[in-house]
C-alpha cells in the first residue's frame, strides 16, 4: 500500500492563498504552508536557503522552482527583504534600517519601537503631534489619517496593530457614538466563521481567514493554545485575546485511522510523510488498529506527537 502511494504520488496544487508580509529569507516552512503554498514549493525554498542561498530582491523568488508567475503575483506586494548590516553592524548605505514587525498598540508604544516598525523620524514626528493634539487611533485605519503615512507604511503594518478593523455603534446618547467593547466578546474557534473571529481583540479580517483556514486542514482545535501555530498570532498578541475564547472539542472533525489512505492522512499539519509512511507499515503488519492508543506503539510516533494527533482519529468499533 506505501509502495503503491510513492511510485504514483503527485505534490498538490497551491491551496487558497492567503499571503501576509513575510521575509523569505527568515519565514519558516510552516509559514509558507499556512499561507498556501504548497509542500514541495516549501521545501524548495528551505532547501534554498540551507544551500546558503539569500533572496536579494523579490524577483529572486522566481528563480525557485515551482513558483509560478500566477502564484508569484499574489504574493509579490506582501514581500519584505529586510536590508542587511555590514560588518561594522550598521546596515549598508542607501538602503533602509531593518524593519521589526511585531504586535503593536499604535497609541502606546514608544519612539524606537516606532523605528523598529519603518518609521522615519519626520514621521514619527508627526504622529507624535497627533497625539499631542489630543488624537487617538481607535481602529487600524485611522492610522492612515496622517499625511505622512503612506500606503507602503500602513500595508506592512496593519496585519500587526492590536485595534479592531471597526467599530460597531451600539447607542446614540447626548449626540455621542457609545462603541462595543472587544474585551467583551467570547468566541468558540471550532464553529466561528471569520467574522466573529475578528470581534477578537487583535484579530483582524486577514488573521481570522488564516485561523479558519488552518482549523479546516487541522480538523478542529482541542486547546486554546494551537492558535500560536497560526502565521501573524504570537505570544503578545494571543494573551490579548486569550480569555475571550472557547473550544469545544466534539465539534473536531475525526478520520477513521483504518480506513483514511496515505494520501489524505499526510494533508494533516501534524503529519508528515514519513510519519504517515510509519502508521501505514505498522497497520500492514497487523492488519488494523484496534484502537487511536495502538498510535503509540508506531515507531516514529514519539509520545508529544501522539499527544496531538490522538485528537483527529477513531477507529470504528464495530468493525470486524
Known sequence: MVKEFESSKNFPE???????????????????????????????????????????????LKKIYGMTDSLFQIIEDYIIIQAEEDKSG?????????????????????????????????????????QKAGGKFRIKEDLKKLFTVTKEDYGRVKDFILLPDSLTVQALNDNKLVFSDKSNVVVEINS???????????IGAAISQRIVKYRDKLGGFFRKEQ??????????????????????????????????????MTKHPYLEY???????????????????????????????????????????????
Open 227 to 264: 492558535l500560536l501555530e497560526v502565521f501573524g498570532i504570537d505570544t503578545t498578541r494571543f494573551k490579548g485575546f486569550e480569555n475571550q475564547i472557547l473550544v469545544d472539542v466534539s465539534l473536531i472533525r475525526k478520520m477513521e485511522l483504518n480506513k483514511t489512505d496515505f494520501k489524505e
Open 14 to 60: 497551491h491551496t487558497e492563498v492567503v499571503p501576509s508580509y513575510f521575509d523569505p529569507n527568515q519565514l519558516a516552512k510552516e509559514g509558507f504552508l499556512v499561507m498556501g503554498l504548497n509542500e514541495k514549493l516549501a521545501s524548495n525554498i528551505m532547501n534554498y536557503r540551507a544551500a546558503g542561498g539569500k533572496f536579494r530582491s523579490k524577483d529572486d
Open 90 to 130: 550598521t546596515a549598508n548605505e542607501n538602503e533602509s534600517p531593518v524593519t521589526i514587525l511585531f504586535p503593536f498598540d499604535p497609541n502606546t508604544i514608544d519612539d524606537d519601537s516606532w523605528k523598529k516598525l519603518g518609521f522615519s523620524d519626520f514621521k514619527i514626528l508627526n504622529i507624535k503631534n497627533y
Open 274 to 320: 514519513h510519519i504517515v509512511k510509519s502508521i501505514f507499515t505498522y497497520k500492514d503488519n497487523k492488519g488494523s488498529f484496534s484502537s487511536v492508543d495502538d498510535l503509540q506503539k508506531v515507531d516514529l510516533v514519539y509520545d508529544q506527537l501522539y499527544q496531538k494527533i490522538r485528537w483527529y482519529f477513531y477507529v470504528n468499533e464495530k468493525r470486524k
Open 192 to 202: 466561528a466563521d471569520t467574522a466573529q473571529l475578528s470581534q477578537l481583540k487583535g
